[in-house]
């Protein structure tokens, strides 16, 4: 088998095994009442209407999307892992490099699905939400929302990969569940503290704290580069060299955890 048809096949089957999982289903319905609620929410705050919704849907569309990595995406490789059927792909000679990246194909398919069902609850969402309350919807920016779940998405593919790095060491899936969160709350607050730590207003702060804030804003993922949460909200102009750095900068990251999560599982024994 040709390596592109090896990784599509391996990426087909992983996304038809996520799609049967039930934990899908169940985030799908919670996304789809919260959406519901932001309707509902709209309508006892008459001002800035198209804010709050703005925010309410994209809040749900980030926290769905990470409910599907840490419930769905994360464990599959990890269960792989714990009972052993990882032996089945690789008993048919099936190199690790190409079974791992078409496990991260079809769990980014799959993400990649789930965020175009949001993305359309969301745009649905607003759009009920101005037609109701015209006068008070606002600058929101209906781009800019599309915008932000599709760095919603990237940002996902991102701890996708950073899961699948800590299967390679972790003892369970429980440990990579735990990981993958709290290099989500870290990733997710560290711009912030940097700028609240280099502040004239803190400057009494010790060296070797702001050398730890730095240095943990240089190894873990900047997430907050994928926040556009704000300017969809209020209709802002978003700078073409800011989405492409975002890109670019996560896709660095994500190849060079993927590189990395490769090299340990060739090295990975497994019994």
């Not at 309707?39 to 800035?48: E, H, K, N």
């Not at 991260?104 to 398919?109: A, D, N, R, T």
Request: aromatic share 12%.
């Amino acid at each position: 088998m040709r390596c592109a048809n090896m990784i599509q096949a391996i990426a087909w089957v992983t996304f038809l095994e996520g799609i049967r999982n039930k934990a899908v289903y169940g985030i799908t319905l919670m996304a789809g009442l919260m959406m519901a609620f932001t309707v509902v929410l709209s309508g006892m705050i008459m001002r800035d209407v198209g804010k709050v919704a703005s925010d309410f849907a994209l809040s749900t569309a980030t926290f769905a999307a990470l409910l599907a990595v840490l419930f769905v995406g994360i464990t599959i490789l990890a269960r792989d892992m714990e009972r052993k059927t990882v032996y089945l792909a690789l008993s048919r000679a099936v190199p690790r490099s190409r079974y791992l990246l078409g496990r991260f194909c079809g769990l980014s398919l799959l993400q990649a699905f789930i965020m175009l069902l949001l993305l359309a609850a969301s745009l649905g969402t607003l759009l009920l939400v101005k037609k109701m309350y015209p006068n008070y919807f606002g600058t929101v920016s209906l781009g800019l929302v599309v915008l932000a779940h599709f760095f919603i998405l990237v940002q996902m593919w991102l701890l996708t990969a950073l899961g699948m790095l800590f299967s390679m060491f972790a003892s369970s899936s429980f440990v990579t569940f735990m990981l993958t969160t709290l290099i989500w709350l870290i990733g997710s607050s560290t711009q912030e503290v940097k700028r609240l730590v280099e502040s004239t207003d803190v400057s009494q702060v010790a060296p070797f704290t702001k050398l730890l804030v730095q240095l943990a804003y240089y190894i873990f993922p900047n997430l907050a580069l994928f926040d556009f949460k704000a300017a969809a909200a209020h209709g802002l102009t978003v700078n073409s060299s800011t989405v492409a750095f975002a890109l670019i900068y996560a896709l660095g990251y994500t190849v060079a955890v993927l590189s990395l999560a490769i090299i340990l599982f060739k090295r990975k024994e497994l019994t």
